[in-house]
């Protein structure tokens, strides 16, 4: 596992576009949307975080969009397959991968870019891990859609996940205004903990399932 998981971070790395190009997209949005509009005309604190919601909703979507694709045409998938006769290690390496170079970058970019919704610095840290926290979920859920689609055009990823997304961003906002209201926020957290880690274990097992269709 360690092995495969080092391998994945090595490629990724590598490729300098695939995880560097989301974060600057990311960045460019939270920048864009307050100079496009007249903020003098408008309460930027009360609708700001829902930008951010947007961009991080919109982000994880496209960095996962080709997670499986590149080892799927090169016959790296049916190179693990022989070897490790399960895809589980693989999968759960590749997408750890994705939301440690890209995921956690999310989140500090989010959480930085949050003090315009009026959160204090002191908060920063709660609004990074709950971000992190929604990343993990989003990154494994869009995995999935991408493991779908993965032959088939994206669109079928889309209408399978896209539903599915909708409670995390929800979860994602009532956390926030735990914060902002001062209480909560545990409850909240404790919710998003148990989500992620059940999530993170069981996902790569649909996946892998998914992927061996795929082959056979």
């Known amino acids: 596992m360690i092995k495969i998981f080092q391998s994945e971070f090595f490629k ?3 490729k300098l576009r695939t995880w560097l190009g989301p974060l600057l997209i990311m960045v460019l949005v939270l920048i864009a949307f307050p100079l496009s509009i007249d ?3 408008y309460d930027l604190n009360r609708f700001y975080f829902s930008i951010i919601v947007v961009a ?9 969009e080709g997670i499986f694709l590149e080892d799927y045409e090169d016959g790296s998938l049916e190179q693990v397959y022989l070897v490790e006769q399960d895809f589980y290690k ?8 994705f939301v440690l170079l890209i995921g956690v970058p999310m989140a500090g970019i989010g959480s930085v870019f949050s003090i315009l919704n009026g ?3 002191n908060e920063v840290p709660k609004i990074f891990f709950m971000m992190f926290l929604s990343n993990l979920l989003l990154f494994n859920l869009f995995a999935f859609g991408s493991s779908l689609s993965i032959n088939k055009g994206a669109i079928l990823g889309v209408l399978a996940t896209l539903p599915l997304a909708l409670p995390i961003i929800i979860l994602l906002g009532r956390g ?7 209480i909560g926020f545990e409850g909240v957290m ?3 903990v148990g989500s992620g880690l059940l999530v993170a274990s069981i996902t790569p097992l649909i996946i892998s399932a998914t992927l ?3 082959l056979e």
Do not use: E, N, P, W
């Not at 991080?56 to 496209?62: A, E, G, H, N, R």
């Not at 926030?176 to 001062?182: L, N, S, Y």
């Open 12 to 14: 990724l790395r590598k």
């Open 39 to 41: 903020i003098s005309q």
């Open 56 to 64: 991080l909703l919109m982000i994880s979507f496209l960095s996962t």
């Open 90 to 97: 693989f999968v759960l390496a590749k997408v750890l991968t």
């Open 119 to 121: 959160i204090s610095i």
């Open 176 to 182: 926030v205004r735990t914060i902002q209201h001062g």
């Open 190 to 192: 404790a919710l998003m």
């Open 212 to 214: 061996k269709t795929h």
